[in-house]
């Protein structure tokens, strides 16, 4: 009895500063404040709620859980809030809404379906997702933060389109290492000719890593490695690019910076830090 009377007095104070009681799942009836997270089932990200640099504004992100500085998403990240009052929920539609201290609606994802028991989990991926709870395919998502990404291209995550429904999947630099809103660079897939990824500057190709030959991109040797593999798809219904951890020990991400530069970096347990693997840069003025 005693046991129980505890529990409840926890879910209660849980429900009181609304931080979520699971480890990496969000209900209809808990909601995250600032202060709060979800972690990832395998620990490998959090998300919650950060200022950037020296700024004082916040903004909902996903960021690893070796590097908290290092964010990989940003939910709202052309429209941050200006104190801590922020407040995600997922509502009985499996809509993500964040809000801010008037209750209004700072961002939001979207689905064309209602799910009968919503739910939104933050997967070991880095991808933020929302499902049904009674729908028995773990891989059938309503709304994922994969389809939506900033600067960083984590493994598994798609980079290209999906032709039946036009969505274009492609990285943005951040404005400024204080500033997540979209910036000047980005790195997509361009399907004018033959599908090939570019590097822009605003609506201007500056470069180009070519097309894919089946082992690599033409403009650019992939170097053959132990950590991650490649695969470019182009059927009927996707164009897109990804990659794959093959250590799923080690971290490894690619991301397009504010200076211009896109790295490939690893993360070094023996330094805690990341070491780049890779680096160019999108030219041009």
């Not at 992939?222 to 593999?229: E, G």
Request: hydrophobic share 35%; glycine share 8%; net charge neutral.
């Amino acid at each position: 009895m005693e046991a129980i009377t505890h529990l409840f007095v926890y879910s209660f104070l849980f429900s009181l500063f609304g931080i979520s009681i699971a480890h990496d799942t969000l209900t209809p009836r808990q909601s995250i404040r600032d202060g709060g997270t979800l972690v990832s089932a395998g620990g490998s990200f959090q998300l919650g709620f950060f200022s950037p640099g020296n700024s004082k504004t916040r903004y909902l992100g996903i960021w690893y859980t070796i590097s908290s500085e290092t964010v990989v998403w940003v939910a709202n990240r052309a429209a941050p809030l200006n104190d801590h009052s922020g407040v995600l929920k997922v509502t009985d539609y499996g809509v993500l809404v964040l809000l801010n201290s008037t209750n209004g609606t700072v961002w939001s994802s979207n689905t064309s379906t209602t799910p009968q028991n919503p739910v939104a989990k933050l997967l070991d991926t880095g991808n933020l997702v929302v499902g049904d709870r009674n729908d028995g395919n773990p891989g059938k998502f309503l709304w994922q933060s994969f389809d939506y990404p900033c600067d960083t291209h984590l493994p598994e995550m798609k980079l290209g389109w999906n032709l039946v429904s036009g969505l274009d999947r492609f990285l943005s630099s951040w404005k400024s290492t204080e500033d997540p809103s979209p910036g000047e660079y980005s790195v997509r897939i361009d399907l004018r000719g033959l599908p090939q990824r570019v590097n822009m500057k605003g609506d201007s190709i500056k470069t180009r890593p070519g097309s894919w030959n089946g082992l690599g991109f033409t403009g650019r040797r992939l170097r053959p490695n132990q950590v991650f593999d490649y695969e470019f798809v182009l059927n009927a219904k996707e164009v897109y690019y990804e990659y794959k951890l093959l250590n799923t020990s080690v971290f490894s991400r690619f991301v397009v910076n504010p200076s211009s530069i896109t790295q490939r970096l690893m993360w070094m347990d023996r330094t805690q830090s990341w070491e780049t693997f890779l680096t160019s840069q999108v030219l041009g003025n």
